[in-house]
Structures are given as C-alpha cells and as structure tokens.
C-alpha cells in the first residue's frame, strides 16, 4: 500500500525558510516522477514543483521558481521542498503526490506572517 507523509511545515517570519519532508513507503520514488502541490483555504489546489523519476529533471511553478527546490534522497526513499524567502501568499496545506495512481499525503501546513 502507497504511503505518502509529509512534516516539516510550521509558522516562519516573512523571508524565513521551511524544509518539508516526505516520506514514501510502499514504493520506490526512484520509479515514479514526483510532485509537491499546495492548496490554500478558498482557492484551488495549485502544482509547486515536480521531480522526474530519474532525478534529472525538476521544474517549478512560477510563483515559487528561484525560492524553492525540490530534491529527494533515494537511500531514504524521501523527497524534500527546500523553501527560501518565504512570503504570506505562499501560507497553505503542502502535500506530495505521485501522478501516476494520483496517490498524496494528509500535507503539512505552511504558514507565514507579515
């Protein structure tokens, strides 16, 4: 059974940084390509950043690109969101998704202050 969980997130400063985690069992994420969403109260879910399953290929939404970075970690079976210069739009329910089966985490909450 696909197991996604997702922690790291937390209340950070404007222009903090977040790491957040998560933690696949059930699966190889060397096999499949990667992505983190997040969604905020009243608006849509909205794609971050995604992996492909080789590793050699990330992209970004724009909002995010140059402050975020997705990674993983094979050995772990983990892949991270690396999130600098935080901003109060970027508050939201995170969570990591495997396309393929459309399997995702419960996310982790991401809130910033002014």
């Known amino acids: 059974q696909v197991q996604l969980v997702e922690s790291g997130g937390g209340l950070v400063q404007f222009g903090g940084s977040l790491r957040l985690s998560c933690a696949a069992a059930?699966?190889?994420?060397?096999?499949?390509?990667m992505k983190w969403y997040r969604q905020a109260p009243g608006k849509e879910r909205e794609f971050v950043a995604g992996?492909?399953?080789?590793?050699?290929?990330?992209w970004y939404s724009d909002s995010v690109k140059g402050r975020y970075t997705i990674s993983r970690d094979i050995a772990k079976n983990m892949v991270w969101l690396e999130m600098n210069n935080l901003k109060p739009e970027d508050t939201a329910l995170y969570y990591c998704?495997?396309?393929?089966?459309?399997?995702r985490g419960q996310g982790t909450q991401v809130t910033i202050s002014s």
């Open positions: 059930g699966m190889a994420i060397k096999d499949y390509e």
């Open positions: 998704n495997r396309p393929w089966g459309n399997y």
């Open positions: 992996i492909t399953a080789n590793g050699n290929l990330t």
